[in-house]
């Protein structure tokens, strides 16, 4: 039997590829390989109002459990209630909707040996054909790609009252900061539940989870919030693209089309990847997927358009980790969250324009600027190499 599509991998990105065949193609015989016992993960996906348009709003939101019409930061000289919605959805919610829609194309328990671009092998030795297979098994270490880390580890905790909170707390950079940018993530689930994330961009070791669970307990108890179960753990490390060589990096893939972070589809600066999983699916479900080599080529195309898209967070990144010491990081934040409501809304969207990047390059910077400046210039892998 040969299928029309094959997903490899049931994160985010090939979830969301499926949800929205179904919606607009439902004649395609797709299937998703999940070698877990449950689609999805343990995670927590949010997004800002702006990083969607209306149509994709509102083919998402039976799979959105919460929206917020604002949200907050907090840094040492600046606290800022921004007036942008913002939504989140829950790994389990997302389980549950694919798994009704999807049915039995939907097999999970089900480890996978080897990939091509027509061929999946099961780890038992079955061999699945399509058309089109998409690989979207996370991300993947690369020569042509320089990354840092955003590591952080979130919990979900129920508390003995209500914690008053009305709107998220994207970053609270009033904490310690330690040996890089550190913030605490709130998100106010219900009247007295909060999912609290401890998160640091670091460029070698990430803090044990030990340490992680400690400062989440520490930042409860400043905030008056007594614990009275912790209901669900996640952790991860996001990737902080600084540098990438995209043509050798793309070639390397061999024609195998590639979604979510394997793909590199992830906001170079602030990690998010929903929005992009989004575009993707939406993108997706306007090709023909009837030829693999066909999908490569212009899925190539789509991928370094992104790729040159974001060439200005990647010179943010590197301005952020190479100049400047690391526990003054958050100086960076705080100065671009003074910025207008619109602009910061434009930039995690992944939308700035010229007079965007120039309003946040221009001034008085709070790194040095010939450190600022030898940053700028490593922008290939092999800069990286070399002596700075």
Same mark, same amino acid.
């Given at each position: ?24 193609? !439902? ?40 929206? *917020?019409? %604002?949200?907050?930061?907090? +840094? ?8 942008? &919605? ?14 009704? %829609? ?20 099961? %780890? ?11 690989? #979207? ?41 330690? $040996? ?7 998100? !106010? ?14 460029? @070698?070791?990430? =803090?044990? =989870? ?31 693209? /600084?540098?990438?060589? +995209? =043509?050798?990096?793309? %070639? ?7 979604? #979510? ?13 929903? !929005? ?6 939406? *993108? ?10 066909? /999908?490569?080529?212009?899925? @190539? ?28 990081? *958050? ?18 969207? &992944? ?11 221009? &001034?008085?910077?709070?790194? =040095? ?12 892998? $092999?800069? +990286?190499?070399?002596?700075?």
């Amino acid at each position: 039997m040969k299928h029309d599509l094959i997903l490899v991998g049931g994160g985010l990105a090939n979830g969301l590829i499926a949800w929205r065949l179904r919606q607009v193609r !439902p004649e395609l015989d797709l299937v998703c390989l999940e070698q877990a016992p449950r689609i999805g993960g343990n995670h927590t996906w949010s997004f800002h109002d702006t990083d969607l348009t209306p149509a994709q709003q509102h083919w998402l939101a039976p799979l959105v459990v919460k929206r *917020w019409p %604002a949200y907050h930061v907090h +840094f040492p000289n600046l606290s800022r209630r921004v007036a942008s &919605g913002y939504a989140s959805i829950t790994s389990e919610h997302f389980a549950e909707r694919l798994e009704l %829609a999807l049915g039995p194309a939907l097999r999970t328990h089900c480890a996978v040996s080897q990939v091509s671009a027509q061929q999946v092998t099961l %780890a038992g030795g079955e061999r699945l054909q399509a058309r089109v297979v998409i690989d #979207g098994r996370g991300a993947q270490a690369s020569p042509h790609r320089v990354l840092g880390q955003q590591a952080f580890l979130g919990q979900v905790l129920r508390m003995m009252r209500p914690h008053g909170l009305s709107a998220p707390i994207l970053m609270d950079a009033r904490v310690y900061q330690g $040996q890089g940018y550190r913030f605490v993530y709130v998100l !106010p689930l219900s009247a007295d539940t909060l999912l609290i994330e401890d998160t640091h961009y670091v460029d @070698g070791q990430p =803090p044990e =989870p030990e340490q992680l669970r400690g400062h989440i307990a520490e930042y409860a108890c400043q905030h008056g919030w007594q614990v009275h179960a912790c209901i669900r753990e996640e952790h991860g490390v996001l990737p902080i693209t /600084l540098a990438e060589d +995209f =043509p050798a990096w793309w %070639a390397a893939q061999g024609g195998q089309p590639l979604a #979510g972070l394997r793909a590199g589809l992830f906001h170079c600066t602030t990690g998010y990847s929903l !929005p992009e999983a989004v575009r993707l699916a939406d *993108w997706l479900a306007q090709q023909p997927l009837s030829d693999a080599d066909g /999908l490569a080529d212009q899925l @190539g195309r789509y991928l370094h358009r992104r790729w040159r898209d974001q060439s200005f967070y990647r010179l943010l990144n590197r301005m952020l980790f190479l100049a400047g010491r690391p526990d003054d990081r *958050w100086r960076v934040m705080e100065r671009f969250h003074r910025l207008p409501e619109p602009l910061i809304g434009r930039f995690y969207a &992944g939308h700035s324009h010229w007079r965007d990047r120039l309003r946040i390059l221009v &001034g008085k910077p709070p790194v =040095p600027v010939a450190e600022a400046l030898r940053a700028a210039l490593r922008h290939s892998p $092999q800069s +990286f190499k070399e002596p700075a």
